[in-house]
């Protein structure tokens, strides 16, 4: 399960689901809630072979594109 806490803006879903996709990730559900100009994402997921992401070398890695592509929106 990846939880992300942010300021919502323009093209925050857009991105995540691009970095994800990029790293092969299989998004299975998101749970979305935006208040008062936050946003507290919720996203299922897994490897591409439907396997948990347990390795801490690819969950800091993932944890690294998505705060860089965060970054640039």
């Not at 857009?14 to 935006?34: F, N, R």
């Not at 208040?35 to 994402?41: L, M, N, P, Q, R």
Request: aromatic letters at 6%; charged letters at 35%; glycine letters at 2%.
């Amino acid at each position: 399960m990846l939880d992300i806490e942010t300021e919502d803006r323009v093209g925050l879903l857009y991105v995540i689901s691009k970095t994800l996709s990029d790293l092969e990730i299989d998004l299975s559900l998101a749970k979305i809630i935006t208040e008062k100009g936050a946003a507290f994402d919720s996203f299922y997921i897994r490897n591409a072979d439907f396997t948990k992401i347990t390795s801490r070398q690819q969950q800091a890695e993932i944890e690294r594109l998505l705060r860089k592509a965060l970054e640039e929106i």
